[in-house]
C-alpha cells in the first residue's frame, strides 16, 4: 500500500505467471466517498489481497464504487465479486457490451478469435481459445454496471474526474482525467519500461494501430501532473514516453515492411516468426500458446496499419489466409527507412 497524494492510494497486486507480472490499482477517498479503478484477475490469491487493502483503508463498500478502465480479464476479473456487495460499477460502453459477450464461451467474441487464428495462418499451432490468459481470467458470471462515455463526469468528493477516449488497446478502453489536479488515469494506454499490446480486433473495429497513434498524440498535449498506468512505475515525462512509444510502433511498422519485402508476400504467421520480440522463448516453437495469440494480433493489427496507410494490400488465398504485399507506395517508404532495422 503507498499513499501517492492526499486521498490516492495505491497497491501493486501480482499477477502469478503472467508476463505483466503485477497489476496497480488504484484508490481515490474524499469526503468520505471512494472509487476502486481495476480488479485483477478473478483468483483466490487477488482476492485475498482485495479484502487485505479494503481493510487496510477501512473502506465502506456501500460508499463506494468500481470504475473499470476496460475489458481484459486482468482488469474486470474480480468485477462480480464487487457486484455481489453492490457496490457500484462504471464501465466504458464498447467495452462493456464487449466483456459481457465474453463470458459466453460459443458466441461470437471467441468464435472470432478462433476464427481470426485460422485466417492468420496459426492452424498448425493448434491454439485452442482454452489457452487464452483473457478466457480462462474473464469474469464468468454478469455483472451489473452503469455504461459511461467519453464526456461524461464522474465525481468522487473532491475528485471531479471527466471520461476520456482511450481506444486503441481495446475498442472501448476509458481513462479519467482530474483537470484542476492535473491526474490522468489512463489503464493500459500508456505504460512505463512495456509497451501496450495493440492487437487486430476485426475488420469492425477498424486500424487498431492507427487509433491508438492518434489518441496518444491528444494525451501529449494535455496538461498531466500525475500518470496513473496500470502497470509497472509511474511515469515522470509523459510526452517523452509518448515519443518513446510512436518510435517503437515506427519501428515494428518498418520490421513489417522489411519481412514482407523479403518474402515478396506474406501471412501474418510468417510476419509474427520473424518480427524481434521481448521473450525468453528462443524461437517461434518455444512461445508460449498464450502468448502466440498475443503476438499474432500484434503483427496484425501493424500490417493492418499499413493496409490503411495504402502502403500494403491485403487479399485471401485459397484456404482463406490472409497474404500481404508492399504496395509501390510501402516499397519507397521502406527503402527510405532500410537502415532503421538491422539485417539479418
Not at 131 to 154: I, L, M, Q, S
Not at 314 to 339: A, C, M, P, S, V
Amino acid at each position: 500500500m503507498e499513499k501517492i497524494r492526499e486521498g490516492i492510494y495505491h497497491v501493486t497486486i501480482p499477477l502469478k505467471g503472467n508476463p505483466l507480472k503485477s497489476i496497480n490499482i488504484y484508490i481515490f477517498s474524499s469526503k468520505g466517498e471512494n472509487m476502486i479503478v481495476d480488479t485483477g484477475f478473478h483468483t483466490e490469491e487477488i482476492i485475498e489481497e482485495t479484502e487485505k487493502f479494503i481493510k487496510e483503508l477501512n473502506l465502506d463498500l456501500s460508499k463506494t464504487r468500481l470504475f473499470l478502465t476496460h475489458l481484459h480479464s486482468d482488469h474486470t476479473g474480480l468485477a462480480h465479486y464487487y457486484d455481489e456487495k453492490d457496490v457500484p460499477i462504471f464501465m466504458g460502453e464498447v467495452d462493456g457490451r464487449l466483456c459481457r459477450e465474453m463470458q459466453n464461451e460459443f458466441g461470437w467474441y471467441w468464435q472470432g478469435i478462433g476464427e481470426r487464428a485460422l485466417k492468420q495462418g496459426l492452424a498448425e499451432d493448434e491454439l485452442s481459445i482454452h489457452d487464452h490468459p483473457g478466457f480462462r481470467f474473464r469474469p464468468k458470471v454478469e455483472f451489473r454496471y452503469t455504461p459511461v462515455n467519453p464526456g461524461d463526469k464522474v465525481d468522487v468528493g473532491d475528485f471531479h474526474f471527466t471520461v476520456i477516449d482511450e481506444e486503441g488497446h481495446t475498442p472501448g478502453m476509458v481513462g479519467l482525467y482530474e483537470e484542476e489536479k492535473k491526474i490522468l488515469v489512463c489503464g493500459d494506454h500508456i505504460l512505463g519500461k512495456i509497451t501496450p499490446n495493440i492487437t487486430y480486433w476485426g475488420d469492425q473495429f477498424g486500424d487498431s494501430l492507427g487509433v491508438y497513434l492518434k489518441n496518444i498524440e491528444k494525451i501529449k498535449d494535455m496538461p498531466i501532473d500525475l500518470l496513473l498506468s496500470s502497470h509497472r512505475y509511474l511515469i515522470d515525462d509523459v510526452p517523452a514516453r509518448i515519443e518513446e512509444l510512436k518510435g517503437h510502433h515506427e519501428f515494428r511498422l518498418q520490421q513489417v515492411r522489411e519481412i514482407i519485402h523479403r518474402e515478396g508476400e506474406a501471412n501474418i504467421r510468417t510476419i509474427t516468426k520473424n518480427l524481434s520480440w521481448d521473450i525468453s522463448a528462443k524461437n517461434w516453437d518455444e512461445f508460449p500458446k498464450s502468448q502466440k495469440f498475443f503476438a499474432a494480433g500484434e503483427a496484425q493489427a501493424h500490417v493492418e496499419h499499413l493496409v490503411a496507410l495504402g502502403q500494403a494490400t491485403r487479399e485471401e488465398d485459397e484456404e482463406g489466409i490472409y497474404i500481404f504485399r508492399l504496395t509501390d507506395l510501402g516499397e519507397e517508404i521502406r527503402k527510405k527507412n532500410e537502415n532503421a532495422v538491422p539485417k539479418h
